[in-house]
């Protein structure tokens, strides 16, 4: 749909944009711009070059991508950073309460920062993990907030955001969604879905590069009543006061904590443009015909790789996962011969299905190729056996 | 002493490096890299180009400049978020105490995040603000954490770091000191006055670019039973393994959090590479002299400025204010004259010392531009009153 804006290596496929999206083109003109603003502006910048400004104007940015209205997201931070925040917002809105809901499907950060946020917390308060299809059958008057990721990152089983946010409020509960792997991949609706809050982040779909930053939204009812747990200076009201006491922003702006990432924001907002006139819904579909092709011909073509992914499109988010004894050696047979997808631990090949750059052709080929390390064992070699710090 | 390392414009005189310091000419090239490794290698890059090993390599590079032993300091993170971090870890040093005692000097982001880090655990904890010279009189049996930065970022004044961390540990409190105005610009040394944890930034003396990230040290005896608030899955013991249960990393790797900002990060080590064959105490004599000299110029040709800042050198860090009720006017006339400095509420107009890219002659002739403000009331022009949002 939009390759030719995007810096693709040669003689690669590449499968792991919902790990880290390519290079927008744009974004490396945006990133040089940035550089010269600093060279050139100095601390007049944060002024004279809007980099004050970039936390709002990316957030409303995103904010039309998953359905949220203006001035109710806000980008900064890590997503683990994001997650903590939001969770103590969550809590704070049901102080009578004392269960975090969560699933084993969840991205382990969102689970560790709820751990770590409990402890801090010190009083009586749990983190409940079940299995993902058992949620709804915990979500009872014991449930502070329900925190789900919406696509699981290991198998792209998607979660009901709608039904499950109903269910949680007809409990009394808080729905808290991450969106790592749903924004950019498929239509989100936060304003129907009607959920407090979500969090995300920019560098999967979204093309924002490595270490992007995250984004936060709180709805826009409770965002003036939200208490912020990290209260730093750029959610002060007047952040130029040096007040000694914190007051926080106004709505959304209350969830920025510290200084910006200039450089990593300017090739974000490069990025983002892309989305402008792009359709979610003709993304969506065009993910799944691409994801749909990608079973249907390695089904055919690797009778031993076992589908992880649901087989209904619908349950899916924009990735499919197979598993197998040797996932591992598989995939660094499949990345040596240019098809870049991710392992999974303990046995999973993950594959993205990203339409903005990717296309049937490319679907196709990769299939080939793993039907020929399939077929002829090419992935027993110790070279491929041998972890990475990063896998 | 490195000047031709710096992309400095024509026409400047940077007095403003001690809130973002200039462009490293490397710094440039380095940015470079980091895009076409995003581009080239894509996710490979977190191994292949070392992205992962970003925030320990960088924080090495730190620790030599702090007086902290290898594998004591990472990088990443805000300021603000590390705050809260160091904080947390301190008051859980000392569980049996209730109060933070820091001072109105401190940054007020410090001040902040910890009043929402003392909501968030709910105990009956508090936070004693006192003026800065009362401190050492509020040391008793009753403080968990003295949580304090060195050099005040409005005057420059500097806390005696070793005196206060011996009183505050005579007391059997945890000692919390913020280094944003002292990394880079003064010799601190961190192992030889026992303090259990420090803090600081990368974007002013380290000249690590708009927004680069914070740093965090965490004394070595204490780092493997700090439990840390921010559980992020970066600070696993094995990220990707993907447990559902957080075990923390060994050391002070257990202070990372989310996926490093590798853009930021690339910048920030082309920075670092100029201290190696830099002395810091070299530096800081450079900075005294510096500062001296202009302190006596302004104060022979402006005699209505006001001195704000200590007039012992000993007793500052590498800064200087001068204070009058047009104070913000006369900056805005400075810098629309090329002088860049920055002003600080209510009254202060604010000068960074930084010897890597300044010398005597800057400082004579930003002096004699400040003269001819003051004595032909240049300031005097409603355009210099237009308040911008970041002053």
């Given at each position: 749909?939009?390759?030719?804006?995007?810096?693709?290596?040669?003689?690669?496929?590449?499968?792991?944009?919902?790990?880290?999206?390519?290079?927008?083109?744009?974004?490396?003109?945006?990133?040089?711009?940035?550089?010269?603003?600093?060279?050139?502006?100095?601390?007049?910048?944060?002024?004279?070059?809007?980099?004050?400004?970039?936390?709002?104007?990316?957030?409303?940015?995103?904010?039309?991508?998953?359905?949220?209205?203006?001035?109710?997201?806000?980008?900064?931070?890590?997503?683990?950073?994001?997650?903590?925040?939001?969770?103590?917002?969550?809590?704070?809105m049901?102080?009578?309460?004392?269960?975090?809901?969560?699933d084993?499907?969840?991205?382990?950060t969102?689970?560790?920062?709820?751990?770590g946020?409990?402890?801090?917390?010190?009083?009586?308060?749990?983190?409940?993990?079940?299995?993902?299809?058992?949620?709804?059958?915990?979500?009872?008057?014991?449930?502070?907030?329900?925190?789900?990721?919406?696509?699981?990152?290991?198998?792209?089983?998607?979660?009901?955001?709608?039904?499950?946010?109903?269910?949680?409020?007809?409990n009394?509960?808080?729905?808290?969604?991450?969106?790592?792997?749903?924004?950019?991949?498929?239509?989100?609706?936060?304003?129907?879905?009607?959920?407090?809050?979500?969090?995300?982040?920019?560098?999967?779909?979204?093309?924002?590069?490595?270490?992007?930053?995250?984004?936060?939204?709180?709805?826009?009812?409770?965002?003036?009543?939200?208490?912020?747990?990290?209260?730093?200076?750029?959610?002060?009201?007047?952040?130029?006061?040096?007040?000694?006491?914190?007051?926080?922003?106004?709505?959304?702006?209350?969830?920025?904590?510290?200084t910006?990432?200039v450089?990593?924001?300017?090739?974000?907002e490069?990025?983002?443009?892309?989305?402008?006139?792009?359709?979610?819904?003709?993304?969506?579909?065009?993910?799944?015909?691409?994801?749909?092709?990608?079973i249907s011909?390695?089904?055919?073509?690797?009778?031993?790789?076992?589908l992880?992914?649901?087989?209904?499109?619908?349950?899916?988010?924009?990735?499919?996962?197979?598993?197998?004894?040797?996932g591992?050696?598989?995939?660094?047979?499949?990345?040596?011969?240019?098809?870049?997808?991710?392992?999974?631990?303990?046995?999973?090949?993950?594959?993205?299905?990203?339409?903005?750059?990717?296309?049937?052709?490319?679907?196709?080929?990769?299939?080939?190729?793993?039907?020929?390390?399939?077929?002829?064992?090419?992935?027993?070699?110790?070279?491929?056996?041998?972890?990475?710090?990063?896998?």
């Amino acid at each position: 749909m939009k390759k030719h804006l995007f810096h693709l290596p040669d003689g690669v496929i590449y499968l792991d944009g919902n790990s880290l999206g390519p290079l927008p083109i744009a974004a490396a003109a945006r990133l040089d711009q940035a550089r010269d603003e600093w060279a050139d502006l100095l601390i007049t910048g944060w002024n004279k070059a809007g980099w004050m400004a970039q936390p709002q104007r990316l957030g409303n940015r995103i904010a039309r991508l998953i359905g949220a209205a203006d001035n109710s997201v806000i980008v900064g931070d890590t997503l683990s950073i994001k997650v903590f925040q939001a969770l103590a917002a969550g809590l704070n809105m049901r102080p009578g309460r004392q269960v975090v809901l969560s699933d084993n499907g969840n991205f382990p950060t969102d689970l560790y920062m709820a751990e770590g946020l409990l402890r801090t917390m010190g009083r009586d308060l749990s983190l409940k993990v079940v299995d993902p299809e058992d949620v709804a059958d915990h979500l009872d008057d014991s449930i502070a907030v329900m925190m789900l990721t919406e696509v699981d990152y290991r198998t792209g089983r998607k979660h009901d955001m709608a039904a499950l946010t109903r269910l949680a409020h007809e409990n009394g509960a808080v729905a808290m969604w991450d969106l790592a792997h749903s924004a950019g991949a498929l239509p989100v609706d936060l304003a129907a879905c009607n959920a407090e809050l979500a969090v995300g982040c920019t560098y999967k779909y979204l093309n924002g590069g490595p270490g992007a930053p995250a984004f936060i939204y709180v709805r826009p009812d409770l965002a003036d009543s939200v208490d912020p747990a990290l209260a730093g200076w750029l959610g002060h009201q007047a952040p130029f006061a040096f007040d000694l006491d914190y007051r926080p922003a106004e709505a959304i702006g209350r969830m920025r904590v510290g200084t910006p990432p200039v450089l990593q924001m300017a090739t974000l907002e490069a990025a983002l443009d892309i989305w402008d006139d792009v359709s979610i819904h003709d993304v969506r579909a065009r993910s799944i015909t691409l994801s749909e092709r990608f079973i249907s011909e390695v089904e055919t073509r690797c009778p031993n790789l076992t589908l992880a992914s649901p087989r209904n499109p619908d349950e899916r988010g924009s990735q499919v996962s197979f598993t197998h004894p040797e996932g591992y050696a598989i995939m660094q047979a499949l990345i040596a011969r240019g098809v870049i997808g991710d392992f999974r631990a303990p046995d999973a090949i993950r594959f993205g299905f990203t339409p903005l750059y990717l296309d049937e052709a490319d679907i196709v080929k990769a299939a080939e190729i793993l039907e020929q390390i399939m077929t002829e064992s090419l992935w027993d070699n110790p070279t491929y056996r041998v972890r990475a710090a990063v896998t």
